[in-house]
């Protein structure tokens, strides 16, 4: 019985595995793995780990902070934004310029595009129609609105031409 007593405890541990380990290349491979997992860091920026260090039990109610937060501010810029009316043709406070942001006109949204497209072609027609029928640089050299012609001795001499040619087959 002295001899049991005077035992360490190093001798009453006991350090055999509990299963036999028969398949070494599996616990390789295993060694292997954890070698090579993703450092804490990386699993934090790729959103796998929260990015807290607060306890799980605190880290659920800081998210559902979070998301209140969120909310908050996001029901405040909805409340900051401006109405429908003051987006379609009116001006900035501090602009002068209209902000044109809506389409002015009542149709449905499916009939807009053709809407633009329309008045858009309108636009070009009555350019062309303004352009067709302006004066000549000799009139507005007539009427005092220019001082002297802009034109080159050579337009001047084509456009003289022309008008000829339209005379004498009836034109203009």
Do not use: F, W
Not at 24 to 35: F, I, V
Not at 43 to 53: D, M
Not at 54 to 78: C, R, Y
Request: no cysteine.
């Amino acid at each position: 019985m002295a001899n049991q007593i005077n035992t360490t405890v190093d001798d009453i541990v006991d350090e055999a595995p509990i299963s036999p380990v028969k398949n070494t290349g599996r616990r390789k491979s295993l060694e292997k793995y954890l070698q090579d997992r993703p450092k804490k860091s990386d699993l934090i920026e790729k959103n796998i780990l929260p990015a807290s260090n607060a306890a799980p039990a605190i880290q659920a109610q800081q998210k559902e902070l979070e998301k209140h937060m969120l909310a908050d501010k996001l029901d405040h810029a909805l409340q900051k934004r401006p109405e429908k009316d003051e987006l379609v043709e009116s001006t900035h406070a501090n602009q002068t310029i209209p902000q044109n942001i809506l389409p002015a006109g009542h149709a449905a949204p499916a009939l807009q595009a053709h809407q633009k497209e329309l008045e858009k072609h309108m636009r070009a027609d009555k350019l062309d129609h303004a352009l067709a029928n302006r004066k000549s640089p000799d009139e507005l050299v007539k009427a005092g609105v220019l001082r002297e012609d802009p034109r080159s001795p050579e337009e001047k001499y084509a456009d003289a031409i022309e008008d000829e040619y339209a005379k004498r087959e009836g034109g203009a």
